[in-house]
């Protein structure tokens, strides 16, 4: 028992000097509610493995100045970060401070009816190590962010690369495959738990954290901690039942804001006016198909693009409509604009407050911050990171994967 808490006390120190950087003795003392002696007795382990190296001296508080430490960005443990969305997915490594050892790459990947997405998927991720060379025995484990209702104690993602067996989770599944140590985890989940460690959320308590992307979902951090439920399921902010069209949505119901306010309905809407003769910039960009059309009416909006602005305008006061119910609901500190809408920047600001000014109690909105996520479209890939060290002992002490002692 003794040895099981030494050992969660050191994922603890490591945890922190993953999320905050350097940090000295005393601050993880109090960080931990630990004694500076058992802490020291940690950080020499974590330097005398590698893991961890000096960082200089803090700020002098009177007596003498106190040794930092930070992990070490030298040490050869990767984790590999995967981005998901219904029809491309985006994959990085990492070292241990977060920089970026290999360039991103991203493949087309449609999850729905997709019968060869699994494999295609495996692929994909074993080509990039390969192509990084990175050995096995250096990557610490792939965290996979991606649409769906996820069960994450179970490891099932319950919309996409189901199997007919039902023997296997989606989790077990790829870890089988890969023979590396796989987390997964809903995308909007995950961009939640970056905006929380690394983003426009670090500090706070309870903020809502409004995933932008060719749908609408929700991260939501409550008493500083994501909240997931019952399930796993909590935050299907885009099937509320918001919009005025009727239109039927993906989900089979009709009258959900996804149909109104996402960023795959604001480029059909372009697409839409451009047929009956509207003139835009809209319409050679998407002929040129250098990028996905969600990108392309973004760079246009910032360009000034009128057709562009009016159609990102549309959909984000839908959004700012179901914000103002999450700040009735929730009571949050703050909102975070994030994911790959985020991009639009201050042009979603304006009509989400708009949105808010008109459907939102006065008392209620003005003690709730919006915020645009300066992370944007690397959310999810840092969060899908974080997947990867906040389950490090687990793997560990399940398959002696890469044991903290070497």
Same mark, same amino acid.
């Given at each position: ?24 003795? =005393?601050?993880?003392?109090? *960080? ?18 590698? %893991? ?25 443990? %990767?984790?590999?970060?995967? =981005? ?21 790459? @991203?493949? !087309?990947?449609? &999850? ?19 192509? =990084?060379?990175?050995? *096995? ?14 069960? /994450? ?29 796989? %987390?997964?985890?809903?995308?909007? @989940? ?19 954290? !409004? ?13 500083? @901690? ?6 796993? %399921?909590?935050?299907?902010?885009? *099937? ?46 998407? =002929? ?20 562009? /602005? ?93 044991? &903290?002692?070497?």
């Amino acid at each position: 028992m003794k040895y099981e808490r030494q050992d969660q006390l050191k994922l603890s120190i490591f945890k922190l000097l993953y999320y905050n950087g350097p940090l000295s003795l =005393a601050e993880l003392s109090m *960080h931990t509610n630990k004694s500076v002696p058992n802490i020291t007795s940690i950080i020499n382990q974590l330097v005398k493995e590698g %893991y961890a190296v000096q960082h200089g001296l803090a700020p002098s508080t009177g007596g003498r100045r106190p040794i930092k430490y930070r992990l070490n960005n030298k040490k050869k443990q %990767y984790t590999v970060a995967v =981005a998901m969305d219904q029809f491309v997915s985006r994959i990085v490594a990492y070292n241990l401070t977060n920089d970026l050892i290999s360039p991103e790459a @991203s493949i !087309v990947l449609p &999850l729905k009816d997709n019968d060869a997405a699994f494999e295609q998927l495996c692929q994909f991720i074993r080509s990039y190590i390969d192509q =990084a060379g990175i050995k *096995h025995e250096h990557v610490l484990g792939i965290g996979i962010g991606m649409p769906g209702f996820i069960d /994450v104690e179970k490891g099932i993602n319950a919309s996409f690369l189901r199997t007919d067996t039902g023997e296997m989770g989606l989790r077990d599944r790829l870890t089988q495959s890969l023979e590396l140590p796989v %987390y997964i985890e809903n995308d909007s @989940s995950v961009i939640a738990i970056s905006e929380l460690h690394f983003g426009a959320a670090e500090g706070l308590k309870d903020v809502m954290v !409004v995933n932008m992307g060719w749908g609408i979902g929700l991260g939501m951090i409550v008493n500083g @901690s994501l909240f997931r439920g019952h399930n796993g %399921y909590a935050g299907e902010f885009s *099937h509320i039942p918001l919009s005025h069209t009727n239109k039927l949505c993906s989900c089979g119901k009709r009258g959900c804001l996804e149909v109104d306010a996402s960023l795959l309905v604001a480029v059909e809407n372009a697409k839409q006016a451009i047929a009956g003769g509207t003139t835009s910039n809209l319409q050679k960009l998407f =002929a040129e198909k250098r990028k996905a059309e969600g990108d392309l009416l973004i760079e246009a909006a910032r360009m000034g693009d009128q057709l562009a /602005v009016e159609s990102l305008s549309d959909a984000a006061f839908m959004v700012g409509k179901g914000v103002a119910t999450l700040i009735h609901i929730m009571n949050p500190e703050r909102v975070v604009l994030s994911g790959r809408g985020a991009a639009a920047g201050k042009l979603l600001l304006a009509p989400v407050q708009r949105a808010i000014n008109e459907f939102c109690i006065p008392k209620l909105a003005e003690q709730t911050d919006i915020a645009i996520s300066e992370l944007g479209y690397q959310a999810e890939l840092l969060g899908a990171a974080s997947l990867v060290i906040e389950n490090f002992w687990l793997s560990h002490r399940s398959e002696s994967h890469i044991p &903290l002692t070497t």
